[in-house]
Each structure stands twice: as structure tokens, then as C-alpha cells.
């Protein structure tokens, strides 16, 4: 991608980034992405690896923790506007370290690990549901649809039966369960696109397979919780949105894989 309209976003749950570096610093660089939001981090700010991404031309924000979540975006760009969390009154210690907020190139960036919510009677569940209300409240508060807003992550949420395998099974999973369908539901009504959906409306490809299923890449055995969102006038510069299966092929790779979205920004 040499023309300089051209602008390619991806996304990435690494399920610990310095364990999978051998598999994201070529991947950036085959694949020329101008941004990569990344979740799951699992590492602490200081012993974050941005020599490792400044060495290939990349400036990255980040904010983390010990062993558990954390976010950081990876720009070719200059990043502006930086911030973490939430901007209401309910902050949690890891807030921060799941939503971390930018802006580049004149586009807003959203990167967010969603709490995967454990069971449908456990408290995380709970806190999962009132995740997205603070979210859709951050949406309506800081950015208008008439803008290029970019949401992405790992949102933890099967969207509809195509997006799982195995769906009728899934009822009451906590990526699936009608509840949690309609609190994302109600995020996207702020405007949002699913753009994977708008250039793939039938198509069951997923971004996650559990390491526990025998096979399961093999047999199709997975999730689409990973998803990219616009604006609506973001949408409209929207070229392709496609997942890459090949790095969850990869020695010792993530439970997920890459979900890239390219776009003609002079469109």
C-alpha cells in the first residue's frame, strides 16, 4: 500500500504481547498497517517492548498491567489526543489498561478490551453489561457520528448466530447471551458499522479458536468477538475488512488472529 490515501487499520488481541512479537513485528511489516490496536497485552509499562516497535518506524502508546489485560496502539503516524479509560466517575483500577483512546491522521481511534464477564451469574457479568453503558455514554459525550470515529478490539461478543460456531449451544455464554448481544446492540446505535459485515454480510470466518478444542481452526470451530466499527463517513472510505487467518497457523500463536480494515482516505 505506497498511496498515501490508502490507510490500513488492524486489530489484535495477542494474549501476551512479548510472546507473540515474533509473529506481529513481521506481520506489520509484510502487511505495511499503518495502525495496529492491540489488547491483552500483558505487560507492565515499564517492561513494555517500544524499542522493539520504534526499531521498525512505529510510535506506540500503551497502558498495562501485571499478567492481565492492558491496550496500546502501534501508529506509523503521529498519535494525538491520547488518553486511557473512561471519562465518568465509576474509574477501576484497570480501566486504563482496557480502553485507550487517540487520534490519527484526522481519524479517532477507540482500542477496547472488554471484560470477558466469566459466567452469567458471576459479578464480572454485571460489570461487562455496565462496561458498554459507560461506552456508549463516552460516544455520545466526547464524539458525534458526523465525524471519522475508528472502534475496535477484542469486544468479547459474538454479535449474531453466524458469528459462533455451534450457536444454539451458546445461549448462555457470556459472549453470546441475548443480554450482552443487546448491550453492544445498543453501543452501535450511536452509528456505528460493523465493517466486516458490510464486505462480508454472509460469511462465517472467525478471529478466535480456543486452544482448549482439538482442531478447531481446522474445523471452524470459533468466534467473531473481534470487530472493527465506524462512523458512517468512515464507512464510506471503507475499501475491505478481512480477517487473516495465517498468524493463528503460526509456532506458538495468539487464540486470535488479525481483523484489518483498508480505507481510501481522498475517497
Known sequence: MTDRSRFRVATFNANSLRARLHIIIPWLLDKQVDVLCIQETKVQDQDFPEDTFEKIGYHVVFRGQKSYNGVAIASRHPVEGISFGFNDNERLDEDEARLIRCKIDGIHLVNTYVPQGKAIDHPHYQMKLRWFDRLKKLFETDYSPDENVLWCGDINVAPEPLDVYAPG?????????????????????????????????????????????????KNGLGWRIDQIYTSRPLAAMALDCWIDLEPRLAEKPSDHTFLVADFDLDH
Do not use: M, Q, S
Open 169 to 217: 449451544k451458546k445461549l448462555k455464554h457470556v459472549c453470546f447471551h441475548e443480554a450482552i448481544r443487546k448491550a453492544l446492540a445498543k453501543v452501535r446505535e450511536w452509528g456505528f458499522i460493523d465493517l466486516f459485515r458490510k464486505f462480508h454480510p454472509n460469511a462465517k470466518e472467525y478471529t478466535f479458536y480456543d486452544y482448549r478444542i482439538r482442531n478447531a481452526v
